[in-house]
């Protein structure tokens, strides 16, 4: 506002100056024309007044010529009259324009005037005594009148009356000239000291807005810098109540701020340098600008060595291009290698993430790694204890396996050395289930893992086994699976195993009983964590009463099996009584 002021103020000074100048200039100009103009006009009365006193004496010369010399060839007395009325009435017509023009002039003054109106007047006696005279050129005092009256009066009162008004008029043309210009020099002298006083004026406004306003901007300024260093405690000291001061506590305010949210630099810098993990950071050219000293220690390189130069130079692109590549916006972790100073290649747990800007653009890249050298050297040598241990235990489920095969031999020659039919059937049910189990054992030796088996394939493999065992009997009964794939752990395999051999079982013996032949079909699935197990047949069906009142040892065996897996069972008839259904749900929680 005061650097608008003083500068509107200037700029009036200076449009007023300018005005008033061209003002008295216009009017010097108007004088100096105004006065050459009047100048002008009393000359040409002059010239008239004289001219007609020349007429007045040609007409005299002419009168005192006798008649018997005048010719035709001079003037007549009467054409030199008229004319002489006609420069008459020219001199009239100029004095009443002069008239005119020094009564429009304001700067003419009173006596100016009244000196025209005497012009005016002694021309009017001239003009008068002049027609007198005219009027008595045929008397005798023609000659007379004129040297005593008319000569005079125009030498001694009307010539010097005109010469007065001409040197009056320049002499106030001259007084308006030096007033004029005395007004200009007054002029001069106010706008200068106004000016002065404009500028005394500037510099003290601007020594107070460099006290109030500059130089407290240049202590925020510096506070400002100091806080973009990192120097979260610096403050500032303003004092008073204008907008300076109000910013002055908003910036403390900030730093305040920002000291409770931020960490500090020096700070920060501590933080990053005592990661233990590689930290490095890079431009958007891929070039590193920035790194810790876990990294230095990884890859042997001083900080110099690395700074500038492309981080792809540290990188083992020879052998982990494509796991880089597949991985890197994966935003995840994965295993890659550092080329170290000395060439040695160092395993790390990598990650490299984008550094975004306030603008949502892409600045760089901050990568962060961890030396996983001691942990793959553990995990190889776990892993060699793992095999060890897994060619161990492999070793011991097909010993338990043969153990079984012996088993069920040696049950297999007991049915050759009795001719029992139930001590048979007893010891061919008790080698069915031998070789269920047996079947479990076998199935792990064989599997890549000895913790899970493939379900589907053993429940076809058991079923196989059961159907051979069976030949001798009902070869016409027709076993079929629907399956889906899935796995179960070694501790739900063997009752689920048992569970399904004493179902089928009890289809082979009871079912068909007086029948040629039938079908069994077994369905498992699995729902979630779910696993449903369901065996049915075409055969004769089983009423309720018989279902509740029998105590044999297979449905005591469905009973417990069923209890160890924590699932339920259910054994009814088709809904067409044309067979029977035994449905078993448990849960499997892991595969």
Aim: net charge negative.
């Amino acid at each position: 506002m005061s650097i608008f002021l003083i500068s509107s103020l200037i700029a009036a000074i200076g449009l007023t100056s300018n005005w008033y100048t061209n003002t008295i200039q216009s009017q010097l100009i108007n004088n100096n024309f105004s006065t050459a103009r009047l100048v002008e006009q009393i000359a040409s009365i002059e010239r008239g007044l004289f001219q007609s006193l020349v007429f007045l004496i040609s007409i005299k010369e002419v009168e005192a010529i006798p008649e018997e010399s005048v010719t035709m060839d001079q003037p007549n007395s009467e054409i030199l009259s008229g004319n002489y009325y006609s420069e008459l009435e020219k001199v009239q017509n100029s004095i009443v324009s002069v008239k005119s023009i020094i009564l429009s002039l304001e700067s003419m003054s009173e006596q100016e005037k009244a000196i025209i109106y005497e012009i005016e007047e002694r021309f009017n006696f001239y003009r008068s005594i002049s027609r007198e005279w005219l009027d008595l050129r045929e008397e005798g005092q023609f000659d007379e009148m004129f040297t005593t009256s008319i000569s005079p009066y125009f030498i001694n009162n009307l010539m010097p009356t005109v010469e007065e008004l001409r040197e009056k008029a320049v002499t106030t043309q001259g007084e308006q000239n030096l007033l004029l210009e005395e007004q200009l020099e007054q002029a001069d002298l106010a706008i200068f000291l106004l000016t002065s006083v404009f500028i005394l004026l500037s510099v003290s406004i601007a020594f107070y807005l460099y006290r109030s306003i500059a130089n407290p901007l240049m202590l925020l300024n510096a506070s400002a810098n100091k806080l973009g260093e990192g120097m979260l405690t610096e403050r500032i000291s303003i004092s008073g109540n204008d907008e300076i001061a109000e910013l002055g506590k908003s910036f403390n305010r900030m730093a305040s701020n920002l000291e409770k949210r931020t960490l500090a630099r020096d700070y920060l810098d501590s933080i990053i340098e005592s990661i233990h993990e590689a930290l490095l950071v890079t431009d958007a050219e891929g070039i590193i600008v920035g790194l810790n000293k876990s990294t230095q220690n990884m890859l042997h390189y001083t900080r110099e060595e690395l700074i500038g130069i492309p981080i792809s130079m540290i990188y083992d692109f020879e052998t982990m291009k494509g796991e880089y590549d597949r991985n890197l916006n994966t935003q995840d972790s994965f295993e890659f290698s550092f080329v170290s100073k000395r060439g040695r290649k160092i395993p790390v747990l990598f990650s490299e993430s984008k550094l975004i800007n306030n603008k949502e653009e892409e600045v760089g890249s901050v990568v962060v790694a961890t030396d996983i050298t001691q942990r793959k050297r553990a995990n190889e040598k776990i892993r060699e204890s793992l095999r060890e241990k897994e060619v161990l235990l492999a070793e011991i489920h097909h010993r338990v396996k043969n153990n079984l095969a012996v088993i069920s031999g040696i049950l297999q020659l007991q049915t050759y050395s009795t001719g029992e039919k139930k001590v048979i059937k007893a010891l061919q049910e008790s080698q069915s289930r031998i070789q269920s189990i047996s079947l479990v054992h076998e199935m792990l030796y064989q599997s890549e893992t000895l913790a899970y088996i493939e379900y589907d394939k053993y429940v076809r493999d058991l079923i196989q086994a059961i159907s051979s065992m069976y030949e001798g009997g009902n070869s016409n009964i027709v076993i079929t699976a629907d399956v889906e794939s899935f796995s179960l752990n070694l501790n739900t395999a063997i009752p689920c195993s048992l569970l399904l051999n004493e179902i089928i079982l009890n289809s082979y013996k009871h079912a068909f009983v007086n029948k040629k032949g039938g079908a069994i079909h077994v369905i498992m699935k699995k729902t979630n964590d779910e696993v449903t197990m369901v065996v049915q047949d075409n055969g004769i069906g089983i009423s309720t009463e018989d279902l509740d009142q029998k105590n044999s040892l297979g449905l005591k065996l469905i009973k417990t099996l069923t209890s160890q897996l924590n699932g339920s069972y259910n054994i009814s008839n088709l809904e067409d009584n044309t067979g029977t259904k035994t449905e078993v749900r448990f849960l499997n929680e892991t595969d």
